[in-house]
C-alpha cells in the first residue's frame, strides 16, 4: 500500500514536472513570438489613411495643439513647427528604452533627420506617468549630449499625455508632417529609428 | 566537475556552448528593454549585464553539458529550471516594451486605470531587473546542483571517469 503511494506520488511529481516544462516553453515561445513579431510602428500607409483634416492622433489627422515648456524656460506651441517637419518623441525619463532610443538618435539618426529638416522634439510625459526619474534636461545631456540645433526637450501638460498617450506607453512617437499631419505612430521609437527616418 | 571534462567532447561542447551563450546574452541582454533586436543595441551593453551575460552563458553551457552527460548514462536532468532562469533574465523586457499596457488594456481597463498601474508595473521591473537576474543565476546553480547530484547517485565518479575515457578513446 506504501509503496504504491510512493510510486503514486512520484508518477504526480514527474506530472509536475513536465508541466512546469511545458508551461515555460510556452511561456518563451510567447515572448519570442511578441519580441520578433509584433508590429511597433504603424507606417502611413498600413491602414486606412483619413482623408480629410479633422484633429486626432491618428494617421492622416492633424495632430492635436499644445504647449510645450521647453528647457531653456521659454514655451512653445507644436503649431509654430508648421511648414517643417517634425519627430514629436514622448518619453518616461527613467525608462531604459527611452534612454537607449536617445542615444541611437542622437549617435546614428540626428544628421540624418536635420539633413531632411525635420525637428525633434523630445517631450516628457506628465510627471515621468507618477514614477521617479531625473527631469528631462538631464535625460538630454546624459543620454543624447544636451540640446543641439533643431532637437528641442521639453514638458507638457497632463491632458497633452492623455490624449497623445491614451494607453500609458513609455515611450510614443509621432512622425508629423509640414502641413501638421501625422504620418506615422507607435510605441517603442527605437526599434525602428532607421524606419523613422525614412518616413520623411 | 572535473570528470565532466575528462571527456574531449564534453569540454569542446561546454566551451561552444559557453561562447555561444555569452555571446547571445550580450546581444539580448541590451536589446530587452527596446523589445526588439536591434543590432546597435550592443554598443550599450552596461558593465552589468556584460558580467550577467558571462555568468548566464558559463551557467547555461555548464547546464547543458551535464544534461549531455546525465542522458548518456540515463540519469534525470533539470531542464525546468533552466527554463525557469532563462525567463526569468528576460523580465526587463516587460519594463518598457508596450506588452504591459496592452495586456492591461485588453482586460478592459479605463484610461485612469492604466495610468494608475501600467507605469507602476513596469518601474517595478526597470528597477528590480538585477535582482530578476540574480534569481536566474540562483536557478540555474540549482539545476547545476540537481544534475549533478543525480549523475553522482546514478552512477558514481567511476562510471563518469569511464565516460570520459571512452569518450577521449573514441576521438582518437
Redesign the interface.
Same mark, same amino acid.
Given at each position: 500500500m506504501t509503496g504504491a503511494l510512493g510510486r503514486m506520488r512520484t508518477k504526480k511529481r514527474g506530472g509536475h514536472?513536465k508541466t512546469?516544462?511545458l508551461v515555460?516553453?510556452l511561456?518563451?515561445l510567447v515572448?519570442a513570438g &511578441?519580441?520578433?513579431l509584433?508590429p511597433?510602428g504603424q507606417p502611413a500607409g498600413s491602414s486606412g489613411q483619413a482623408a480629410g483634416v479633422s484633429t486626432g492622433t491618428k494617421l492622416g489627422e492633424i495632430a492635436p495643439d499644445f504647449r510645450i515648456q521647453l528647457t531653456n524656460g521659454s514655451n512653445v506651441r507644436l503649431e509654430a513647427f508648421r511648414g517643417h517637419p517634425v519627430l514629436l518623441w514622448f518619453v518616461?525619463t527613467?525608462? @531604459? @528604452?527611452?534612454q537607449?532610443?536617445a542615444?541611437?538618435l542622437s549617435q546614428?539618426y540626428y544628421t540624418r533627420l536635420r539633413a531632411k529638416g525635420v525637428i525633434i522634439l523630445t517631450v516628457e510625459l506628465y510627471d515621468n506617468?507618477?514614477?521617479p526619474g531625473p527631469p528631462i534636461s538631464q535625460f538630454a545631456d546624459q543620454f543624447a549630449g544636451g540640446a543641439k540645433q533643431g532637437w528641442l526637450y521639453g514638458t507638457s501638460g497632463q491632458d497633452t499625455t &492623455?490624449i497623445y498617450d491614451?494607453?500609458? &506607453?513609455?515611450?510614443i512617437y509621432y512622425a508629423i508632417d509640414s502641413q501638421g499631419r501625422i504620418l506615422a505612430t507607435g510605441?517603442?521609437l $527605437?526599434?525602428s $529609428?532607421g524606419g523613422i527616418v525614412s518616413v520623411f | 566537475m572535473g570528470e565532466l571534462f575528462a571527456g574531449r567532447a564534453y569540454a569542446a561542447m561546454f566551451v561552444s556552448l559557453f561562447v555561444a551563450f555569452s555571446t547571445l546574452y550580450m546581444f539580448l541582454l541590451p536589446s530587452l528593454p527596446l523589445g526588439t533586436p536591434v543590432p546597435q543595441a550592443i554598443g550599450f551593453l552596461t558593465p552589468l549585464q556584460a558580467a550577467f551575460a558571462l555568468v548566464f552563458g558559463f551557467l547555461i553551457a555548464l547546464v547543458i553539458s551535464l544534461d549531455a552527460l546525465a542522458f548518456r548514462m540515463k540519469a534525470s536532468s533539470a531542464r525546468s529550471l533552466t527554463v525557469g532562469s532563462i525567463l526569468a533574465s528576460l523580465v526587463n523586457g516587460l519594463c518598457c516594451t508596450p506588452v504591459v499596457p496592452t495586456i492591461i488594456a485588453m482586460t478592459g481597463a479605463s484610461t485612469p486605470a492604466l495610468f494608475g498601474l501600467s507605469p507602476r508595473i513596469q518601474a517595478f521591473f526597470e528597477f528590480n531587473y538585477p535582482y530578476f537576474y540574480a534569481l536566474s543565476v540562483g536557478l540555474l546553480l540549482i539545476s547545476v546542483h540537481y544534475v549533478s547530484r543525480s549523475i553522482f547517485s546514478c552512477c558514481g565518479a567511476g562510471r563518469m571517469a569511464s565516460i570520459g575515457t571512452v569518450a577521449n578513446v573514441r576521438e582518437q
Amino acid at each position: 500500500m506504501t509503496g504504491a503511494l510512493g510510486r503514486m506520488r512520484t508518477k504526480k511529481r514527474g506530472g509536475h514536472r513536465k508541466t512546469a516544462v511545458l508551461v515555460g516553453l510556452l511561456a518563451l515561445l510567447v515572448a519570442a513570438g &511578441y519580441l520578433v513579431l509584433l508590429p511597433h510602428g504603424q507606417p502611413a500607409g498600413s491602414s486606412g489613411q483619413a482623408a480629410g483634416v479633422s484633429t486626432g492622433t491618428k494617421l492622416g489627422e492633424i495632430a492635436p495643439d499644445f504647449r510645450i515648456q521647453l528647457t531653456n524656460g521659454s514655451n512653445v506651441r507644436l503649431e509654430a513647427f508648421r511648414g517643417h517637419p517634425v519627430l514629436l518623441w514622448f518619453v518616461a525619463t527613467w525608462c @531604459s @528604452s527611452c534612454q537607449v532610443g536617445a542615444q541611437l538618435l542622437s549617435q546614428q539618426y540626428y544628421t540624418r533627420l536635420r539633413a531632411k529638416g525635420v525637428i525633434i522634439l523630445t517631450v516628457e510625459l506628465y510627471d515621468n506617468l507618477g514614477q521617479p526619474g531625473p527631469p528631462i534636461s538631464q535625460f538630454a545631456d546624459q543620454f543624447a549630449g544636451g540640446a543641439k540645433q533643431g532637437w528641442l526637450y521639453g514638458t507638457s501638460g497632463q491632458d497633452t499625455t &492623455y490624449i497623445y498617450d491614451p494607453n500609458a &506607453y513609455l515611450d510614443i512617437y509621432y512622425a508629423i508632417d509640414s502641413q501638421g499631419r501625422i504620418l506615422a505612430t507607435g510605441a517603442g521609437l $527605437p526599434d525602428s $529609428p532607421g524606419g523613422i527616418v525614412s518616413v520623411f | 566537475m572535473g570528470e565532466l571534462f575528462a571527456g574531449r567532447a564534453y569540454a569542446a561542447m561546454f566551451v561552444s556552448l559557453f561562447v555561444a551563450f555569452s555571446t547571445l546574452y550580450m546581444f539580448l541582454l541590451p536589446s530587452l528593454p527596446l523589445g526588439t533586436p536591434v543590432p546597435q543595441a550592443i554598443g550599450f551593453l552596461t558593465p552589468l549585464q556584460a558580467a550577467f551575460a558571462l555568468v548566464f552563458g558559463f551557467l547555461i553551457a555548464l547546464v547543458i553539458s551535464l544534461d549531455a552527460l546525465a542522458f548518456r548514462m540515463k540519469a534525470s536532468s533539470a531542464r525546468s529550471l533552466t527554463v525557469g532562469s532563462i525567463l526569468a533574465s528576460l523580465v526587463n523586457g516587460l519594463c518598457c516594451t508596450p506588452v504591459v499596457p496592452t495586456i492591461i488594456a485588453m482586460t478592459g481597463a479605463s484610461t485612469p486605470a492604466l495610468f494608475g498601474l501600467s507605469p507602476r508595473i513596469q518601474a517595478f521591473f526597470e528597477f528590480n531587473y538585477p535582482y530578476f537576474y540574480a534569481l536566474s543565476v540562483g536557478l540555474l546553480l540549482i539545476s547545476v546542483h540537481y544534475v549533478s547530484r543525480s549523475i553522482f547517485s546514478c552512477c558514481g565518479a567511476g562510471r563518469m571517469a569511464s565516460i570520459g575515457t571512452v569518450a577521449n578513446v573514441r576521438e582518437q
